[in-house]
């Protein structure tokens, strides 16, 4: 008997393995939902750059890696400095923070003191639960309020969904984790943090500030 060459043995033995590898290639990976750099940790925020506005063209250069999509007068900064002051980071040394005063966040038509990032790896139909850590600044002393809203892309036509609608943001300095539930309507989910007003302290602009960390999202698992 004829004995098999070299040759052929690999062959055969290729097309065994791409074989049993077409199942796997066919089976969808199970969808994973997914909220980029929720810890803020990127760019890492050097020396005197404490706090980044993206209204300054520098600072919007910095951000663009971010994953986020920060509004005016939103950004990252460092733990235990600028607006986060007297606050350690919930998780890791950074964190985002949203300035406003009374004037700019009482327009809904500007992006001002607000920042946001599409959630993938959805399904429609799943529920899911997104999770954050909020504090106020430290040194405020008038009451802001945080508007937190899913939605689909604005060209959609459909209105976001208020997960937290103008509710204060009662912990001053320390951190207070907040969770809400939402069924997805799409597989990519813009999820917005928008900061208000509803107390000035002071006549000053600027005098009120959110601070953000530790955001995250997982599916609730079926009943
Ligand atoms: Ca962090």
Same mark, same amino acid.
């Given at each position: ?5 070299? =040759? ?7 097309? $065994?393995?791409?074989?049993? @590898? ?18 803020? %940790? ?5 020396? %005197?750059?404490?706090? $980044? ?9 910095? $951000?663009?890696d971010a994953g ?18 007297? *606050? ?9 923070? $949203? ?7 009482? /327009?809904?038509?500007?992006?001002? /003191? ?8 959805? %399904?429609p139909g799943q ?13 405020? =002393?008038? @009451?802001?309020? *945080?508007?937190?809203t899913v939605g !689909?892309? @604005? ?5 976001? =969904?208020? !997960? ?26 813009? !999820? ?9 302290? /002071? ?7 959110? *601070? ?9 698992? /079926?009943?």
């Open positions: 008997m004829k004995k098999k060459s070299p =040759i052929l043995k690999v062959l055969a033995a290729a097309i $065994l393995l791409s074989a049993a @590898a077409i199942p796997f290639a066919l089976a969808e990976p199970p969808k994973r939902p997914q909220i980029v750099n929720g810890s803020f %940790e990127e760019p890492a925020i050097q020396g %005197e750059a404490a706090f $980044l506005t993206p209204s300054v063209p520098q600072d919007v250069e910095r $951000l663009k986020w999509a920060f509004g005016f007068s939103t950004g990252i900064c460092r733990a235990q400095e600028g607006y986060a002051e007297r *606050l350690t980071a919930s998780d890791g040394r950074q964190v985002a923070f $949203l300035q406003g005063d009374q004037q700019m966040s009482s /327009n809904p038509n500007e992006p001002w /003191n607000i920042f946001g990032i599409d959630m993938t790896g959805l %399904e529920e899911y639960e997104v999770s954050w850590d909020q504090a106020g600044r430290a040194t405020d =002393i008038g @009451a802001s309020a *945080l508007r937190v !689909l892309p @604005a060209s959609s036509g459909q209105p976001a =969904i208020p !997960l937290v609608d103008r509710e204060p943001v009662t912990s001053k300095g320390a951190w207070e984790t907040v969770s809400r539930r939402f069924t997805a309507t799409g597989e990519v989910m813009r !999820l917005n943090f928008n900061h208000f007003i509803v107390e000035p302290g /002071n006549p000053h602009e600027g005098s009120e500030s959110t *601070l953000i960390d530790n955001v995250k999202i997982k599916k609730v698992a /079926n009943p």
